[in-house]
């Protein structure tokens, strides 16, 4: 049970869809139906606007964090960051939506909030600067998924801790397959892009 328990809490935390969940209590908005039908943050931020969006954005990092950190709380032979893995596999597929979820870009960036701290202010700085450049959300958090490979690399030698090089590196595979239509549109010019 020790095992189990937390694995479970970590899905269901991940599970939470945000998104849909603040468009239908505030909004009177099934996010599904209007633009991208993504439930994230981006989607919530060109819908909802960019309060909505904002919120979104730090509650699916939370649920990240939250299930990161469930070793704190709960007896468990399971490591902090394949619980946060977990979690990132409820937010792409959650059970309180019919398994259609989010693109886990703020859920992974809560899994470093909650372990490795110093990699996530690099990630949201990096975010931020590839948008600045890019105008595109989709290619930015590609380019924070390659930088964050990078960056473990670098640390994993120094520190020795390969399990967090390998989960970082699940995390990045999981944003860009998950980004895998963006590519396509960005490849073809056609990808949206912000206004700052």
């Keep these: 049970m020790d095992i189990l328990l937390p694995v479970i809490i970590a899905y269901l935390l991940g599970s939470i869809p945000s998104a849909l969940w603040i468009g239908k209590l505030f909004y009177n908005t099934d996010i599904r139906t209007k633009g991208s039908g993504n439930l994230g943050a981006t989607n919530t931020f060109r819908v909802l606007g960019p309060k909505a969006g904002f919120v979104v954005t730090i509650l699916d990092i939370l649920k990240g964090t939250a299930a990161t950190l469930?070793?704190?709380v709960m007896v468990t032979d399971v490591h902090p960051l394949i619980l946060g893995v977990v979690a990132v596999i409820g937010h792409m597929f959650p059970l309180f939506a019919r398994f259609k979820g989010g693109k886990a870009v703020a859920t992974?960036?809560?899994?470093?909030l909650g372990y490795q701290w110093?990699?996530?202010l690099l990630a949201v700085a990096v975010l931020l600067i590839a948008l600045k450049i890019t105008k595109m959300v989709s290619l930015s958090s590609i380019i924070l998924a390659v930088v964050s490979v990078i960056y473990t690399i670098i640390y994993t030698i120094n520190t020795g801790d390969y399990l967090f090089m390998a989960v970082i590196?699940?995390?990045a595979t999981f944003i860009i397959y998950r980004h895998r239509a963006n590519i396509a549109r960005i490849r073809a010019g056609t990808e949206p892009k912000i206004k700052w």
Aim: no cysteine.
């Design 108 to 112: 992974s960036g809560g899994i470093l």
């Design 70 to 72: 469930l070793p704190l």
């Design 118 to 120: 110093p990699l996530f």
């Design 169 to 171: 590196f699940t995390l």
